[in-house]
């Protein structure tokens, strides 16, 4: 079969296709013909082996796995002895990044809890994006207590996981405030959102004392600007961004809720059977609009990984397989 290979860190031109051999497959795995995959920020820096933090977790000199990709959607083609409740036939996503990646092939091979059943009504292109990203929005959300007419608000909602997070936010019945740039807010308007802050004009620190809940996404804003902008007792929960802002969360969260009555915690998500099952469910429920940037053939994985870094297109980038 044809799977998309990377050696080097930091050498994007360099990524290629080659044919590999499929490993036996074991008796709690399934054996999945790949229609669709999703790359996602965390693939990019894999690649880039950026922070130096993940050379340490995933290869000190070059990739620990060479075979990349995360989040696909595709057909089961063999079960092995111990599976259930699967069976040849099912039509399937899930998130690879904790079985050694892979998902940028004709086939994976995938343990059975990694994968669950696709929403009814979604194309393959559509659930392949949403494990990763819909997985770590929802993450967030359970990190919270119920938001149903709580002020929220969401830094950074126009990127992958931001967008699958301003989605669930509403279908829960938050009242949602989005921080973004201008040139989102008419998607952001499409999605539901009315309440909208330009990053580059707007300042949600004046807003002080306003939100009970805050979602940093990929946010660079010192802890002490989040702090300002929550109620007493409110909460902020932080996604990503700077190894300064994850760490500072961490460290600094004990103080915030000592001293200042504002909780903070750090979200890293883990999209396993009981998140997958949560994504389909919430999917079936509402129409969760996928904003499809780019669709690439396998071939291209090259050009994908490049056009993915300079930020050429907005939304998600994706492979279709047998383009």
Same mark, same amino acid.
């Given at each position: 079969?044809?799977?998309?290979?990377?050696?080097?860190?930091?050498?994007?031109?360099?990524?290629?296709?080659?044919?590999?051999?499929?490993?036996?497959?074991?008796?709690?795995?399934?054996?999945?013909?790949?229609?669709?995959?999703?790359?996602?920020?965390?693939?990019?820096?894999?690649?880039?082996?950026?922070?130096?933090?993940?050379?340490?977790?995933?290869?000190?000199?070059?990739?620990?796995?060479?075979?990349?990709?995360?989040?696909?959607?595709?057909?089961?083609?063999?079960? &092995?002895? @111990?599976?259930?409740?699967?069976?040849?036939?099912? *039509? +399937?996503? /899930?998130?690879?990044?904790?079985?050694?990646? #892979?998902?940028?092939?004709?086939?994976?091979?995938?343990?059975?809890?990694?994968?669950?059943?696709?929403?009814?009504?979604?194309?393959?292109?559509?659930?392949?994006?949403?494990?990763?990203?819909?997985?770590?929005?929802?993450?967030?959300?359970?990190?919270?207590?119920?938001?149903?007419?709580?002020?929220?608000?969401?830094?950074?909602?126009?990127?992958?996981?931001?967008?699958?997070?301003?989605?669930?936010?509403?279908?829960?019945?938050?009242?949602?405030?989005?921080?973004?740039?201008?040139?989102?807010?008419?998607?952001?308007?499409?999605?539901?959102?009315?309440?909208?802050?330009?990053?580059?004009?707007?300042?949600?620190?004046?807003?002080?004392?306003?939100?009970?809940?805050?979602?940093?996404?990929? &946010?660079? @804003?010192?802890?002490?600007?989040?702090?300002?902008? *929550? +109620?007493? /007792?409110?909460?902020?929960?932080?996604?990503? #961004?700077?190894?300064?802002?994850?760490?500072?969360?961490?460290?600094?969260?004990?103080?915030?809720?000592?001293?200042?009555?504002?909780?903070?915690?750090?979200?890293?998500?883990?999209?396993?059977?009981?998140?997958?099952?949560?994504?389909?469910?919430?999917?079936?429920?509402?129409?969760?609009?996928?904003?499809?940037?780019?669709?690439?053939?396998?071939?291209?994985?090259?050009?994908?990984?490049?056009?993915?870094?300079?930020?050429?297109?907005?939304?998600?980038?994706?492979?279709?397989?047998?383009?």
């Amino acid at each position: 079969m044809n799977t998309v290979v990377n050696r080097h860190y930091h050498q994007l031109n360099k990524i290629h296709i080659e044919e590999r051999t499929l490993p036996v497959l074991k008796d709690t795995e399934v054996l999945i013909k790949v229609h669709a995959a999703a790359l996602n920020k965390a693939d990019l820096l894999l690649a880039m082996g950026k922070p130096f933090m993940i050379r340490l977790m995933y290869g000190l000199k070059q990739p620990k796995h060479i075979y990349p990709g995360a989040d696909f959607s595709g057909e089961i083609v063999s079960v &092995g002895a @111990q599976v259930t409740p699967f069976k040849v036939g099912d *039509l +399937v996503f /899930g998130d690879l990044s904790g079985a050694g990646f #892979g998902a940028f092939a004709e086939y994976v091979i995938a343990p059975a809890s990694k994968v669950w059943y696709m929403p009814k009504g979604y194309s393959f292109l559509e659930t392949a994006a949403m494990p990763m990203a819909f997985g770590t929005a929802f993450a967030a959300v359970q990190k919270t207590a119920n938001i149903k007419d709580k002020r929220v608000l969401i830094y950074g909602g126009s990127g992958g996981v931001g967008r699958f997070l301003v989605q669930a936010a509403l279908h829960l019945g938050a009242k949602v405030t989005v921080v973004s740039s201008f040139k989102h807010f008419e998607d952001l308007k499409h999605l539901g959102v009315t309440a909208t802050l330009d990053y580059t004009k707007s300042d949600f620190l004046l807003q002080q004392n306003t939100y009970d809940v805050i979602f940093a996404v990929n &946010g660079y @804003q010192p802890l002490k600007s989040y702090a300002k902008a *929550l +109620v007493k /007792g409110g909460q902020c929960i932080v996604i990503g #961004g700077s190894g300064k802002q994850i760490f500072g969360a961490m460290t600094l969260g004990p103080f915030y809720a000592l001293f200042r009555h504002r909780k903070f915690v750090s979200v890293i998500a883990s999209t396993g059977h009981e998140t997958l099952k949560s994504i389909t469910n919430l999917a079936n429920q509402t129409k969760i609009d996928v904003q499809a940037g780019q669709v690439y053939a396998l071939s291209e994985a090259s050009q994908a990984f490049m056009d993915f870094n300079e930020h050429k297109y907005t939304g998600k980038y994706l492979f279709n397989i047998y383009k």
